[in-house]
């Protein structure tokens, strides 16, 4: 099992920053891939950002693309999501997902952890 927890959303405006953190526990941090999802009010879950196992490959949605950087500590068994540039449309509550294979992938089925979420709201 790992168990996942983030932190760092809250309020903020447009325009601003927050840094989203994801502390991994359990089984072995450093192997699986990592990926970052969001859900807004009345939508489906979509896909963010992915990391591979060594974070030298990373994947991004093209509506984040440019503004959002996907990392990961694995001495600190820690992955962060760094949103610049924050627009009203990405207020959402984001996950941190881990799948137990090192590539990162899109698909919300491919994930196997998931933590509680954090919210992220952004005022206009």
């Known amino acids: 099992q790992v168990q996942l927890v983030e932190s760092g959303g809250g309020l903020v405006q447009a325009g601003g920053s927050l840094r989203l953190s994801c502390a991994a526990s359990?089984?072995?941090?450093?192997?699986?891939?990592m990926g970052w999802f969001r859900q807004a009010p009345g939508k489906e879950r979509e896909f963010v950002a992915a990391i591979n196992w060594n974070g030298g490959s990373t994947y991004y949605a093209d509506s984040v693309k440019g503004r959002f950087t996907i990392s990961r500590d694995n001495a600190k068994n820690t992955v962060y999501l760094q949103m610049n540039n924050l627009k009203p449309e990405d207020t959402a509550v984001y996950y941190c997902a881990a799948r137990p294979y090192s590539s990162p992938v899109t698909a919300t089925r491919q994930y196997n952890y998931w933590g509680q979420g954090t919210q992220v709201t952004v005022s206009s």
């Open positions: 359990g089984r072995t941090f450093s192997d699986k891939g």
